[in-house]
DNA sequence: GATTTATAATTGACGTATCAACAGTTGACT
DNA sequence: AGTCAACTGTTGATACGTCAATTATAAATC
């Protein structure tokens, strides 16, 4: 059975490497910037600390992905004048239109990988990878009250 | 259904960054390098090349890490006399007692994160992310195929 | 109001993955 | 024996994640 699991934790790895290549390589952005252009597509304007909270990835990390994205026009950031220590980031026309660019490779893409699947397959996977993300975080967090 | 796809792409993203930290945080090493270690420990002798195979990550860095792990006389490399390009890489007792030493913290570890799924459900994730890490690999190759 | 604590974002340093280029070697072919 | 293609491993540069330290600001406390 311990083989099972070590196995499991490898094997994610080599899954999320590749999936992000091939990402990255079909819709040449990404997945972690697609991400984040998405999350502000559905919002008015979101803080740096909300994307961080979404995302679960380090504020350092938010920060250097933003920068770039707000080089390449696809977002603005601006001060909060109610807040002065937050940051909002909203998303420009040109970043909703690489939104929409993106949809057809990424349907192709996403049909071509799992057509082979039934919807339950994937939610069976989909809560399977949400518990076991809430149990490994509770794990990190407990390590962090210990210090 | 476009939905939960993407979802699961970033989900992947967000288990395997918090299971490998929380893997190095127990173990006080990388989940790479603990799988290279684990190969040597089954073989007698293995080429970088193999354990690229078996890894599935760049040629670069497993130069590096088996760079690291020899520095850290886990391991030792050779020319292979049989073959000048090759560098054959040898487990040391050193390395066997590291192997040795991580794996009740690892049991306990892992015991803590599934204990709560049937062998079943582990069995048919693993299986899942076996064909979709397949399925990956096949369109990354036709990629290449066409450049 | 003054002080302390907590928060948000940023920057530097580092670890680990990728690609590209390279050096040296082997295998296949003439 | 000479040439070319393929192979193996290495190195430099880059991308992207982490942690730690920092700055500025807001919230809590006295």
């Known amino acids: ?7 499991l934790f490898f094997l994610l790895k080599q899954v999320d490497l590749q999936l992000t290549q091939l990402f990255d390589d079909k ?3 990404s997945l972690t910037r697609y991400e984040i252009m998405r999350l502000l597509h559905h919002e008015e304007a979101v803080t740096q600390t ?3 909270r979404k995302l679960m990835i380090n504020q350092a990390a938010i920060t250097r992905h933003v920068k770039v994205l707000e080089t390449k026009e696809l977002l603005k950031r601006v001060r909060n004048p109610d807040n ?3 940051v909002l980031v909203t998303v420009t ?3 909703k239109d690489l939104l929409d660019q993106c949809e057809l490779s990424k349907v192709t893409m996403m049909h ?3 057509e082979n699947y039934t919807d339950e397959d994937i939610d069976f996977v989909i809560n399977f990878l949400h518990s076991l993300k809430s149990a490994s975080r509770h794990m990190l967090d407990q390590e962090e009250e210990q210090t």
Chains 1, 2 share one sequence.
């Open 1 to 7: 059975m311990n083989h099972n699991h070590t196995e």
């Open 27 to 29: 819709l040449d952005i």
């Open 50 to 52: 909300y994307l961080q």
């Open 84 to 86: 002065n220590r937050e």
């Open 93 to 95: 026309s040109k970043g």
């Open 112 to 114: 071509q990988l799992f």
